[in-house]
């Protein structure tokens, strides 16, 4: 039976996993240098030597944040040594590279993706003759939890609406979603939330809701991004509705894409549109009584 990771072990594994960084840190136990949250202590046999930098530490705090929008921050500080060649500046950039437009999802828990927020060089006392210096990087968390609400469902719909447009996407909410996914060009992953719901009329049947959705598309080439967004907004202009998935039609209001947005944060495509929830269900038939006649 394979272990479900949670967060901060999936945050490890994807630093102490990327080659390329790996490759420029030092071993402790024979594997890369990441801790969470305090590094072991100098004298512990497992550094293998003097060779205790470069270092990766790790911490994150899932309070959110509603000014800046976000589920938590996690923080990463690169440890160097002046005496050593390389510096916090060249490690920085591989850090960034192994969040970018990755989902996370750890176990009975909710995807997660990291937004770069600042990075910040800061020295420590000299020690030994020697200086650490280092950069801390700090990143957004933000939550993508599940949009499914209750039939007829208005972010479903649109789930199914863009996955049959581009079937090779992963949409999250519809498609069985692993504990890492790496959102690339070829397959760009797409989040559909539920911004609002407001009842624009009702009569003796029928109540109107306008539902205001987001859509966000994950995917680290602009280009890409801009060209798909504009081919399921021009799409759902000419459609005019969107089937449910009980058959009712949910009729786009307004529709409005917006390619400069913030796609982690805000989403790209706002589309409202009008559906119905019906006041009575409609009354089958029982069946009382078989006869059965020869003919």
């Known amino acids: 039976m394979v272990r479900r990771m949670m967060l901060e072990e999936l945050i490890h594994k994807r630093f102490s996993g990327s080659e390329s960084l790996a490759k420029h840190l030092a071993l402790f136990c024979g594997t890369p240098a990441v801790f969470s949250p305090e590094p072991p202590d100098e004298s512990q046999e497992g550094w ?159 109540a109107w809701m306008d539902g205001r959705i987001a859509v966000h598309i994950l995917c680290p080439e602009s280009g890409t991004r801009m060209k798909m967004a504009a081919a399921i907004a021009n799409r759902m202009s000419l459609d005019g509705e969107i089937i449910m998935l009980d058959h009712s039609p949910m009729y786009i209001k307004r529709l409005q894409a917006n390619y400069r947005s913030d796609y982690l944060k805000d989403g790209q495509i706002f589309v409202t549109g009008r559906y119905g929830l019906l006041r009575y269900r409609p009354k089958g038939h029982t069946l009382r009584s078989v006869r059965y006649e020869k003919i």
């Open 48 to 206: 293998g030597g003097n060779i205790q930098y470069p270092q990766i530490i790790y911490n994150f705090d899932l309070q959110a944040n509603e000014e800046r929008h976000s589920a938590g921050t996690l923080s990463v500080s690169l440890l160097c040594q002046n005496t050593t060649e390389i510096t916090p500046e060249a490690i920085e950039p591989l850090v960034r590279d192994c969040l970018r437009d990755v989902i996370l999802k750890p176990a009975e828990g909710t995807p997660y993706c990291f937004a770069w927020a600042r990075t910040d060089a800061f020295t420590i006392d000299e020690k030994k003759g020697s200086v650490t210096i280092g950069s801390e990087v700090r990143f957004d968390i933000l939550e993508y939890p599940s949009q499914e609400t209750s039939d007829p469902d208005p972010v479903m719909a649109v789930n199914k609406y863009v996955k049959e447009l581009y079937p090779e996407c992963l949409i999250m909410g519809y498609d069985q979603m692993e504990e890492v996914t790496e959102a690339t060009a070829q397959r760009p992953v797409i989040y559909c939330r539920l911004m609002s719901a407001d009842k624009a009329r009702e009569t003796n049947t029928v």
